[in-house]
């Protein structure tokens, strides 16, 4: 379970506020479980809600996601949406780079181990001239 941390911007965020983030952010760990962290910041300003995630994901950089609404439930659910995405990408150019690393590895064994292609001493020998 990833720790959540909800803080809010330059305002007061109500308590009903806090616990409707710290649920839709719960939902995220389906699709990545590598993550070690989701901060939230939520803030008003005279118009708009400005909602900030920053989520600390296993083995890369911090994934940040950032939406405006009028309304903040709104602007959670539009954040929620954009960290959906990016933490499906991270974790697809994941498993390319492992599947791609699993393959190199694959293809250098077949291809025959380095020993193999190594002379032995007697070869050496035989080939060099000492006559010098």
């Known amino acids: 379970m990833a720790a959540i941390v909800v803080t809010g911007r330059d305002a007061r965020i109500s ?9 839709k952010l719960g939902k995220l760990e389906r699709y990545f479980d590598g993550i070690h962290q989701i901060q939230a910041v939520l803030g008003h300003e005279a118009d708009a809600a400005d909602v900030e995630f920053i989520i600390s994901v296993r083995k890369g950089k911090p994934i ?25 990408k991270f974790k697809e150019r994941a498993k390319k780079h492992r599947a791609e690393a ?12 380095e020993d193999d292609k190594l002379e032995s001493y007697e070869e050496i020998v035989d080939k060099t001239d000492f006559s010098q």
């Open 15 to 23: 308590t009903r506020e806090k616990r409707h983030a710290e649920e």
């Open 64 to 88: 940040v996601c950032h939406s405006q609404a009028k309304e903040l439930y709104a602007a959670i659910d539009l954040c929620l949406d954009k960290a959906e995405s990016q933490l499906t």
């Open 102 to 113: 699993i393959a190199a590895v694959s293809a250098e064994t077949a291809s025959g181990s």
